[in-house]
């Protein structure tokens, strides 16, 4: 902007009036971008020039700003009242936020308790604007309390359906008195309206500090939020209006002192949260609350955040660090650090809804250390993975590895560490309701300290010390692995494994992996062998787990081709079945040792369920001697699993399989 001192902008816009008038002339002013300057310690009102700016929220809300522009608040100084400025950017030219003069001290914009305004700063049906760098506080000492945020972004109803390019950097936003609503946040993203279906599309928050707030931290919400999979809840009924939120990142923000949730993400495609730290969550008596969670949304990514001293006061059933609520498809939450929360680390919450569900929740690389109460309360989801996760329990807990809760969860449990000096292990909800194991599948897991009745049966359970180079400590580098570890270089094939651990370590791919969020040893997957992805592939335990089986299905220990058993199928039809992960556009070859019985009985070693157009392949076995066969089969290009079986097909005898292996290559 140019600036003109002796003739401020009112003398600009008057010597200029009669070039104004002409057309071209006119549209070059028009796509200017200018500076306006709001200084609210001002004595007396100015146009908004440097030299004479506006001096109360009042003018710069009249004002409607243009792309480009400018609105700068003097550093040092408090508006009291709402900022609810009008006018867009575009994706070239966004709106900015921001301060000038030369104190140290940010702008300040103070929500007055007086008015009717619900927010401090209020954006309402504007587009393409940055904030950087304001403080804003709305205290309400009323005994009745009302709704109230620091910042509230809101569209509704917006012609072309689209609230597009918002970043918010370097905000404090703190002492916000709203009350026990979700709608009271410190900042929240909203979509409102019921006429024209309406989303967010690029919000990045970061670098932000949100402290003392009622009642949530930092958030988003939306009317457009019904599905099936979402339930009836919330005056959903059978609509189905889910219109997701899209490139919504929270990131590197700090959020404490809350009276309810810390950070939550809701109906949102591919959303981030990453590098935050949340603490002193759910300080206040204001329902159930957790650290950082996602409900609604497809596709969640969760992290690199740091969540400690959750509270879970009497009317909080939650209190855990992570939750993967209701209606959820596909979140991920890897490389966190949970510590000290008084609810345990993780919920799963897809049965808490009416009508609801959540499937395909992966938990992997976290850390969780003293925390309360569970480490992971298991209220319903339907397909979810927990892998390489870490897990220190100290002398003196009471907490619970699971407690399994409302709705049924099946989970899978595979190359976790857990060290449990304590006295909890696996029960029911608050420890009322009941712990259903055949729910869960462990495989490849360390369990060491206490035992309790309900430990998994695990193929390939380690129970020795996994030597933590500082066990109890305060650090993640205190549950990294000693060089002796025997979960070092002991995990079972994942083959959604992932290239990097907690620390940003390469994983390999062809050897084992470590135990646990760290992987300590050194590895040159040139010199591995594939690794056989058939859990207790040599039948050797002295249960079938975690092979299922139909029809005649035994454990033989007379009939077997090496070790100590194999298994029995039979008379036909029967088999034992086993659920296997894979990579998808994969080639596998499937080998075992099979016989019969006697001739006319034919049994089948094969692979099914691992492309969308059925297909399966088998080798058949009519010998009445151990014979080695194979069978080889590629995956489809979604595909994460397939099962494998040992079949009795036809005939009046038995079989036997033992020694079997999937190998890829």
Not at 111 to 119: C, H, P, R
Not at 497 to 509: A, E, K, T, V, W
């Amino acid at each position: 902007m140019l600036v003109l001192p002796a003739l401020g902008r009112a003398g600009l816009v008057a010597l200029t009036a009669a070039a104004l008038i002409a057309p071209t002339p006119q549209a070059a002013s028009a796509a200017t971008p200018t500076a306006w300057y709001l200084d609210c310690a001002a004595l007396s009102a100015g146009d908004g020039a440097q030299n004479s700016p506006w001096n109360s929220l009042t003018a710069a809300n009249a004002h409607v700003f243009q792309p480009g522009d400018q609105l700068l608040l003097k550093r040092g100084v408090t508006c009291s009242g709402t900022l609810k400025p009008q006018g867009s950017g575009t994706d070239a030219a966004p709106v900015t936020l921001a301060g000038y003069g030369s104190a140290a001290a940010r702008p300040v914009v103070a929500g007055a308790a007086s008015g009717t305004e619900k927010a401090a700063v209020h954006l309402w049906n504007v587009e393409h604007w940055e904030i950087r760098g304001l403080e804003i506080t709305f205290q309400d000492t009323g005994a009745t309390k009302r709704e109230r945020s620091g910042l509230l972004v809101e569209v509704a109803d917006l012609p072309d359906g689209v609230g597009s390019h918002y970043l918010v950097d370097d905000v404090y936003v703190h002492d916000v008195r709203g009350d026990a609503t979700k709608w009271s946040n410190g900042i929240q993203f909203r979509v409102s309206g019921t006429t024209t279906p309406t989303n967010f599309d690029d919000v990045v928050v970061q670098n932000s500090r949100i402290d003392d707030v009622d009642r949530e931290g930092l958030t988003n919400r939306t009317t457009w939020m019904c599905r099936p999979q979402y339930g009836t809840g919330d005056d959903c009924g059978t609509k189905n209006n889910w219109r997701a939120n899209t490139r919504m990142v929270f990131r590197g923000n700090t959020v404490s002192d809350t009276g309810g949730d810390g950070i939550v993400l809701r109906a949102a495609d591919h959303g981030l949260v990453e590098h935050n730290t949340a603490y002193d969550i759910a300080m206040r008596p204001m329902g159930a609350n957790a650290g950082i969670w996602t409900i609604n949304s497809d596709d969640s990514l969760i992290q690199y955040n740091e969540v400690h001293h959750v509270r879970r006061l009497a009317d909080n059933g939650d209190g855990m660090a992570f939750d993967s609520d209701y209606g959820n498809n596909h979140a991920v939450f890897q490389f966190n650090h949970s510590h000290d929360n008084e609810g345990g680390f993780m919920l799963f919450c897809g049965g808490c809804g009416a009508g609801a569900s959540t499937t395909g929740t992966v938990v992997r690389y976290n850390l969780s250390h003293h925390d309360k109460d569970r480490w992971l309360v298991a209220s319903g989801e339907s397909s979810a993975d927990l892998y390489q996760n870490t897990v220190y329990l100290p002398s003196g807990s009471t907490a619970d590895i699971v407690q399994d809760g409302y709705g049924t969860t099946k989970a899978r449990f595979t190359n976790n560490v857990f060290v449990n000096l304590g006295s909890g292990g696996f029960d029911g909800l608050n420890n009322k309701g009941t712990y259903n194991p055949a729910d869960f599948f462990w495989a490849a897991n360390t369990f060491y300290g206490n035992h309790p009745a309900g430990e998994p049966a695990d193929p390939e359970k380690k129970t020795t010390d996994p030597q933590f180079t500082n066990a109890g400590g305060t650090t993640p580098n205190d549950y990294r692995l000693g060089a002796t570890s025997p979960a070092r270089a002991a995990g079972a094939p994942i083959p959604t494994l992932g290239s990097r651990d907690y620390f940003g370590n390469p994983l390999p791919q062809v050897c084992r992996t470590d135990r646990g969020f760290a992987q300590d040893s050194t590895f040159d997957d040139t010199a591995c062998t594939p690794v056989n992805l058939v859990r207790n592939s040599g039948f050797e335990n002295t249960a079938l787990n975690p092979w299922t089986s139909y029809g005649g299905v035994t454990l033989d220990t007379s009939v077997k081709h090496g070790g100590n058993r194999a298994v029995k199928v039979g008379p036909p039809q029967a088999a034992a079945e086993q659920v296997i992960q894979v990579k998808p556009g994969t080639t596998y070859t499937i080998s075992g040792w099979g016989k019969v019985s006697a001739s006319g009985t034919e049994l089948s070693l094969g692979a099914k369920q691992y492309d969308t157009s059925g297909t399966s392949v088998r080798t058949v076995f009519t010998g009445t001697a151990f014979a080695r066969q194979s069978a080889t089969f590629t995956t489809g290009p979604g595909a994460t699993t397939a099962r494998i079986y040992c079949y009795a097909r036809t005939g009046t005898g038995y079989g036997w399989c033992d020694d079997v292996t999937v190998l890829a290559g």
